[in-house]
Structures are given as C-alpha cells and as structure tokens.
C-alpha cells in the first residue's frame, strides 16, 4: 500500500513561514490533501488537490506537490496553527491513506 | 450546510462489540461516500472504513472481518458495527463525508466531532 511520510514535528516562530513536508513516492502524480487536527476538535480540510483552499481558509495557507514531496506551507504564522497537520491520498488498495502526522508548534 | 454527528462510543471489554451511529443532514445518504477514520491514543489518524453511494464497502487490514459497515438510507445514518473488539481499537472514532474531485481523487470534507471507544482488558 502507499505510504506517506511527515516529519513528526516543525517548530516557527509566530509571524515566521512553516513548511510541512510530506513524502510519498511519485506523489506529483496523486492529489494530495491536507487537514488541521486540533485537540477535543473535528479535523478541518484546509487545502484540497494541492493547492485548493476551502472557502473560510485563510489565505496564508497554500499547498504545493513535485516529484516526490507535496508540502503545506502556512505564511505569517499565529498561535491559532499551532495544530498537528495530516496529509492525505487516496489509494486504490488503502482507500484513505493518511500520513503520520507534524506537530506544529508556534514557539 | 452538511453537519455529522456520531454516537455509540463507550467502554466495552476485549472480545466485546458496539455499534456506532453517523447521523448526517444536509446530505442525502444513498448518494454520499461516507468514511470512518480513527485517533489512536498518542498517534495519528487511520482509515477504518468507507461505504461508497454505490453501496460498496471496504475496510482495512486492520479491522476486515470484525467491523462491518453500513447506512440506513430513510434515516440518512451511517453505522459502523465492530465485534471482536481488541485494545488496539481503543480510539476516537469520527465519520467523514468524502467528495469526489476526479480519477483516484477523494477528500473529507465534512467531519463528526467524533466519539470515544475504549477497550479495555
């Protein structure tokens, strides 16, 4: 089955640019989707087919897929994002394939 | 506006089952790709489940043959029966509307707040 693989955290300073990778191989050629996951909280899609947002998603968030790494990249960052971030594919053979997960921290 | 809402979590002994309840609005359930995913304790999400407008099913490795899922299309509810249940299934357990944006192309959308299994030994 496909895997996909997130660092497990990602530190930055509030106002600074956080860049969360996630890895899969070829994954330029699969849709690559990315959820907020906050604690007692739903997840919340905030970028769909790589580089979409949901309308209510700020437009500092915005994602990008190449080669072998898609990555979220969320600018100006606040204390509010501090979150864990997830990325997603589907998957012939696993249906929804998840990564593990980066801690975001706002230091 | 889509809303879900699962029901059905609890505390149940190794071996032991439940049967937990999505009930969507502002969807129609016949027509809707509807997916259980869970939080393991200390991990990440995992896809449990998923049932197709089509009626299709599937599950993963990790649960195919003890949980079973299903809908009720008058009452627009989703439902997900797990037996044999182990500690390793101890989660939170949330439903997710999946829409469809093209070949090998899902994503969810719209997400329950989740409900509580523990399995306890």
Known sequence: ?107 | EVQLVETGGGLVQSGGSLRLSCAASGLTANSNYISWVRQTPGKGLEWVSVIYGSGKTYYSDSVTGRFIISRDNSRDTFYLQMNSLRVGDTAIYYCARGTYCGADCYYLDYWGQGTQVTVSS
Do not use: M
Request: glycine letters at 10%.
């Open chain 1, 1 to 107: 089955s496909y895997v996909l693989t997130q660092p497990p955290s990602v530190s930055v300073a509030p106002g600074q640019t956080a860049r969360i990778p996630c890895g899969g191989n070829n994954i330029k050629s699969k849709s690559v989707h990315w959820y907020q996951h906050k604690p007692g909280q739903a997840p919340v899609l905030v970028v769909y087919i790589d580089t979409d947002r949901p309308s209510g998603i700020p437009e500092r968030f915005s994602g990008s897929n190449s080669g072998n790494t898609a990555t979220l990249t969320i600018s100006r960052v606040e204390d509010g994002d501090e979150a864990v971030y997830y990325c997603q594919v589907w998957d012939t053979y696993s249906d929804q394939v998840f990564g593990g997960g980066t801690k975001l921290t706002v230091l």
